[in-house]
């Protein structure tokens, strides 16, 4: 079998270019003698405008930016390639999906949405997770998000979400954050946003990383097999390490300490040779089964259950190469979900009709031309020829005199393709309707499934709910739009809206108000619908709840654990957690007072990694404390009382031997200790094999839960 794994690198590579051992030029080609003056009249006197260099130099810097993206703007992205495991021939005709063990090369970029390009990676936000897939047969972007569904029912509402989420046109703030007036005024008049609101609420907005989240097609699409016959299809990426999120005070702490922070473990986790992987697995829907739910399969505000519908695992993505330059790859990519190849279809799902108009209008402003496609990370692997001609920064020479079709004069070239021969053709879907502004009855129910989500989340997950909308709608300055919020939370969960009003020192209305009109008709004031509640099939999913869902294999690889040292500290121990933490891939890094070294009990160094002014508790999984004389240095030490304050608020593992023990106890935190805390691993016979398999065993659970005050004990 021919696999195409590499083939994306080896198109880049004809543009990659390194100055390692050349001479400096202009973009001319003229070599430079002197780059640090501009050409003068006199050593004191004015500059020429004959000097090219100068000019050349200034005026591209002058033009260096593009606009960011209008969503998505801030992301990472990575190289990698998908693998085939179970080939699904009979649901579509997709080429590389055809055989076990075939290799397609991707791009994936992960993002925030509502933040600017600098803003920080933690906000409470959806994130991005846009794959392009380079087939044989063209390019396919899989253009989803970390959460199933969507906001919004139409595209028309797009512009309207993005507005109200984004920071405040009038000062422009707050940055990267929902938590501000316009964002909830906007939702609180927008009931179908419900079960949206849910996961967004959730630990799924502030994920630990880029590597433990899952990803979603979010709309139901089409597979179209040989035969022509279609299948509805929901797509999902697993994750292999599991889908694990931080802790709101650690997410805050984080954007001041590393705003880089998702970017950084990306791009590390990558450099370090231990390579992000996703199961890609399917939902499939049979075509006649169009019309057996509650709920409508064009509707992006509904899931699928699992327990309705099981998730079949079909490939694999492996993420093996970090970008050679981020403005020429991440930046410039550009996605569609209208990218699609022979075998993959659209539905009729109005939220997605919208966006295949809008990405390739985006790409020309941001991009700034009709051929961004000739853009190296953008450019297919399978061969372009078409009649599409000129434009901006035309890099491609066509050549001929004809550019039009039907042709004569070229042979009739470049010709169409048959079905046969791989080209592309619609499903033969029959519509037969009449045109109107209308949203389908089918949509109208907005509490079901946010019900079904609520309902299946585990205690701390609600609790976290109900706290992450306690600050949400704390931020909130009109009270008016807080109790409509109360209004829609009571028709999810009754306790919810009660829990959150309490809070905010509110009282839940008793009735929730009528959303004011936001449709077209006076007459109906929901616009085309009412709002209702149709009670869903399945009462609780465990697939909705992340801390059900440990991941199958737990691991710590690339985990980092903090080593607080200072001199005097033992060596053995150190060296002892150290070793037994690169044995499983993670990674062990000693925070002391200063910077340099620490001098060992046995008169050995040790490398600092981090001083307590350099690093933060927030930037690490798990803390050390090994015994030695170093524990009387760091006594009283307000650095490491805060570092240890907040691991163990994060709820974080915490390990001490020897006199650590009682050094661990003089923190303030202590008095709150519970003997039975999993995530504290005591030992008095310091540097053992069993002291370390314990502590490591601990960290693979994540998080210590039952630290937390949980309002729903
Ligand atoms: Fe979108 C970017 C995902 C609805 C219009 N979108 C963008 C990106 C992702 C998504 C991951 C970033 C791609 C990248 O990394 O470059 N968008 C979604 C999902 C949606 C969704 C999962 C709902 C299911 N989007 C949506 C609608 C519209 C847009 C309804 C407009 C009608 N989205 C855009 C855009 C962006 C974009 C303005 C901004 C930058 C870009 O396209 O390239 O066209």
């Known amino acids: 079998m021919k696999n195409f794994q590499d083939e994306k690198q080896r198109d880049l590579s004809l543009n990659k270019s390194d100055g390692t051992n050349k001479f400096l030029?202009?973009?001319?080609?003229?070599?430079?003698?002197?780059?640090?003056?501009?050409?003068?009249?006199?050593?004191?006197?004015?500059?020429?405008?004959?000097?090219?260099i100068l000019r050349e130099k200034i005026t591209h810097f002058d033009h260096e930016r593009i606009p960011e993206r209008i969503v998505h703007a801030r992301g990472s992205g990575a190289h990698g390639f998908f693998e085939v495991t179970n080939p699904i021939p009979e649901l579509t005709k997709a080429g590389f999906l055809q055989e076990a063990g075939l290799k397609t090369p991707v791009f994936v970029r992960f993002s925030t949405v509502a933040g600017f390009r600098g803003s920080s990676d933690l906000a409470r936000d959806v994130r991005g997770f846009a794959v392009k897939f380079y087939t044989q047969e063209g390019n396919y972007d899989l253009v989803g998000n970390n959460i199933p569904i969507f906001f919004i029912q139409d595209a028309s509402k797009f512009p309207d979400l993005v507005h109200a989420v984004k920071p405040e046109p009038h000062n422009e703030i707050p940055q990267a954050a929902s938590a501000h007036d316009t964002f909830w005024d906007f939702i609180s008049l927008m009931p179908e946003s419900m079960h949206m609101?849910?996961?967004?609420?959730?630990?799924?907005?502030?994920?630990?990383?880029?590597?433990?989240?899952?990803?979603?097609?979010?709309?139901?699409?089409?597979?179209?097999n040989e035969a022509g016959e279609s299948s509805f299809v929901k797509f999902h990426?697993?994750?292999?390490?599991?889908?694990?999120?931080?802790?709101?005070?650690?997410?805050?702490?984080?954007?001041?300490?590393?705003?880089?922070?998702?970017?950084?473990?990306?791009?590390?986790?990558?450099?370090?040779?231990?390579?992000?992987?996703?199961?890609?697995?399917?939902?499939?829907?049979?075509?006649?089964?169009?019309?057996?739910?509650?709920?409508?399969?064009?509707?992006?505000?509904?899931?699928?259950?699992?327990?309705?519908?099981?998730?079949?695992?079909?490939?694999?993505?492996?993420?093996?190469?970090?970008?050679?330059?981020?403005?020429?790859?991440?930046?410039?990519?550009?996605?569609?979900?209208?990218?699609?190849?022979?075998?993959?279809?659209?539905?009729?799902?109005?939220?997605?009709?919208?966006?295949?108009?809008?990405?390739?209008?985006?790409q020309l402003s941001r991009l700034g031309s009709p051929n961004f496609h000739e853009i190296p990370i953008n450019r297919s692997v399978a061969p372009v020829h078409n009649h599409q001609r000129d434009g901006h920064m035309r890099q491609e020479i066509n050549k001929g005199r004809v550019s039009y079709h039907p042709n004569s004069l070229g042979g009739g070239c470049p010709f169409q393709a048959k079905i046969s021969e791989g080209g592309f053709s619609s499903f033969n879907e029959r519509v037969d309707a009449h045109k109107v502004?209308?949203?389908?009855?089918?949509?109208?129910?907005?509490?079901?499934?946010?019900?079904?989500?609520?309902?299946?989340?585990?205690?701390?997950?609600?609790?976290?709910?109900?706290?992450?909308?306690?600050?949400?709608?704390?931020?909130?300055?009109?009270?008016?739009?807080?109790?409509?919020?109360?209004?829609?939370?009571?028709?999810?969960?009754?306790?919810?809206?009660?829990?959150?009003?309490?809070?905010?020192?509110?009282?839940v209305p008793p009735a929730p108000e009528k959303p004011i009109n936001h449709g077209v008709s006076p007459e109906n004031e929901m616009g085309n619908q009412e709002s209702k509640t149709v009670k869903s099939s399945v009462d609780s999913s465990d697939s909705l709840s992340m801390i059900k869902n440990p991941t199958n294999s737990p691991t710590i690889a690339t985990r980092k654990v903090a080593i607080i040292a200072a001199d005097g500290v033992s060596e053995a121990a150190v060296m002892n957690i150290k070793s037994a933490l690169l044995k499983q891939d993670a990674k062990g890094c000693v925070?002391?007072?200063?910077?340099?070294?620490?001098?060992?009990?046995?008169?050995?160094?040790?490398?600092?990694?981090?001083?307590?002014?350099?690093?933060?508790?927030?930037?690490?999984?798990?803390?050390?404390?090994?015994?030695?004389?170093?524990?009387?240095?760091?006594?009283?030490?307000?650095?490491?009382?805060?570092?240890?304050?907040?691991?163990?608020?994060?709820?974080?593992?915490?390990?001490?031997?020897?006199?650590?023990?009682?050094?661990?106890?003089?923190i303030p935190f202590s008095a709150k200790l519970n003997d039975n805390d999993p995530g504290i691993v005591l030992?008095?016979?310091?540097?053992?094999?069993?002291?370390?398999?314990?502590?490591?065993?601990?960290?693979?659970?994540?998080?210590?839960?039952?630290?937390?005050?949980?309002?729903?004990?």
């Not at 070294?597 to 350099?614: K, M, N, R």
Request: glycine share 8%.
């Open 437 to 507: 502004r209308e949203r389908s009855k089918s949509f109208a129910d907005h509490f079901g499934q946010a019900k079904l989500f609520f309902n299946s989340q585990t205690p701390t997950e609600k609790s976290h709910i109900v706290k992450a909308l306690r600050f949400e709608l704390g931020k909130v300055e009109t009270t008016a739009i807080r109790i409509r919020m109360l209004g829609l939370l009571s028709q999810v969960d009754k306790q919810l809206a009660e829990k959150v009003a309490e809070g905010l020192g509110a009282t």
């Open 683 to 713: 030992t008095t016979e310091p540097a053992t094999e069993t002291f370390a398999e314990d502590f490591i065993t601990a960290i693979a659970n994540h998080r210590i839960w039952e630290r937390e005050e949980n309002l729903y004990n």
């Open 237 to 362: 990426w697993k994750p292999k390490l599991g889908t694990h999120a931080v802790v709101w005070d650690e997410a805050l702490k984080i954007s001041g300490n590393n705003p880089d922070f998702h970017r950084q473990d990306l791009w590390e986790a990558i450099e370090s040779g231990n390579f992000p992987e996703w199961e890609l697995g399917i939902q499939v829907i049979p075509q006649n089964d169009e019309h057996k739910y509650e709920f409508d399969l064009l509707d992006p505000t509904k899931i699928v259950p699992e327990e309705l519908v099981p998730v079949t695992i079909i490939g694999r993505m492996v993420l093996n190469k970090n970008p050679d330059n981020f403005f020429a790859e991440t930046e410039q990519i550009a996605f569609h979900p209208g990218h699609v190849v022979p075998g993959i279809d659209f539905t009729n799902d109005p939220l997605l009709q919208g966006r295949l108009f809008s990405y390739t209008d985006t």
């Open 591 to 666: 925070i002391a007072p200063n910077l340099g070294s620490v001098i060992t009990d046995t008169g050995g160094a040790i490398a600092v990694g981090f001083s307590f002014l350099t690093t933060s508790s927030v930037l690490f999984d798990a803390v050390y404390i090994p015994h030695g004389e170093s524990l009387n240095v760091l006594a009283g030490n307000d650095d490491v009382i805060e570092f240890l304050t907040d691991a163990y608020k994060h709820c974080k593992v915490i390990g001490a031997d020897g006199e650590g023990i009682n050094f661990l106890r003089d």
């Open 197 to 224: 609101i849910m996961w967004a609420m959730s630990d799924r907005a502030i994920p630990r990383s880029y590597r433990m989240m899952e990803g979603f097609g979010v709309h139901t699409f089409r597979l179209i």
């Open 25 to 52: 030029t202009t973009d001319q080609g003229v070599r430079i003698n002197d780059d640090n003056n501009s050409l003068k009249a006199g050593d004191r006197g004015p500059s020429l405008l004959e000097d090219f």
